[in-house]
């Protein structure tokens, strides 16, 4: 008999298993990663077209808001150049959106600068009053109840001080006003008083700010000077172009040497 336990001979292979194919090697990576660059690309290509059409964007609004102001600026210019009257009707229009921006800009302007703890420049004026001996040109012919002023011996800044008497506000805000006005003689019918007058742009008729009155002892002694002071004060808020100026009963019963008006910005 054959001894079928004992042999030299390799055993037979294995026979494969129904249904299992084994593994094969991965042949869609190289497929992944193409799709992955070309979605890489996409991506950046997308990003960089947004970013391109937000700088074109602001470019073509900066041109545009370039091109309004240049528009403006030539119409102004076409509104000085012309003598129509309809023009000249749109061309007031025009200046008074002009004037409306412009403010709100030195407001804006005004409200930095106190953000940011800016100077500003000091705004005040003490006026003394114009002696009597100084005559007054013939052609400006003043009222004669508006107390006029010695530049000479007086101190303002940032006001505009006019020879008929009128002081002018260049900057809108609050100010403490005050004055000081002495009488050296009774008016034979009227009160001895002084007010402080204001014109504004709206209102060209002068109205009182603030009043006061004084009058003169009956009883004259011997030596003494018949003198009476009325003096008042305030806090008012001014705009621009303002006109402030003093009221008197008579220019000529005042004495100039002890009588000021002034003023200064809080």
């Not at 303002?242 to 100039?256: A, K, P």
Request: proline share 6%.
């Amino acid at each position: 008999m054959i001894n079928t336990f004992h042999s030299t001979l390799p055993p037979p292979p294995v026979p494969p298993r129904t249904g299992y194919a084994g593994s094969k090697p991965n042949s869609n990576s190289s497929l992944v990663k193409f799709l992955s660059v070309v979605l890489l690309l996409l991506m950046l290509l997308t990003f960089g077209g947004f970013f391109y059409l937000f700088s074109k964007t602001n470019t073509l609004q900066s041109n545009l808001s370039n091109h309004e102001d240049f528009a403006i600026l030539k119409r102004l210019q076409e509104c000085e150049d012309s003598t129509e009257s309809k023009w000249l009707l749109n061309c007031k229009e025009l200046v008074l959106k002009y004037k409306s921006v412009l403010d709100k800009v030195l407001q804006a302007e005004g409200t930095a600068a106190k953000i940011v703890g800016e100077s500003s420049p000091e705004t005040f004026a003490h006026l003394k009053a114009m002696p009597k001996q100084q005559s007054t040109p013939p052609l400006l012919n003043p009222p004669a109840n508006t107390l006029l002023w010695d530049r000479e011996h007086s101190v303002f800044e940032n006001v505009d001080l006019s020879s008929t008497g009128t002081l002018t506000i260049r900057r809108p805000g609050t100010y403490y006003i005050f004055s000081q006005v002495t009488f050296s003689a009774q008016h034979a019918r009227a009160p001895l008083r002084q007010f402080i007058m204001s014109k504004t742009k709206k209102k060209q008729e002068g109205e009182p700010l603030l009043k006061s009155y004084c009058s003169l002892s009956t009883s004259r002694g011997a030596g003494f000077p018949d003198l009476c002071t009325s003096s008042q004060a305030g806090v008012f808020k001014l705009e621009a172009g303002q006109q402030l100026y003093i009221n008197v009963t008579d220019r000529d019963l005042v004495n100039t040497e002890s009588s000021f008006f002034g003023l200064f910005m809080l």
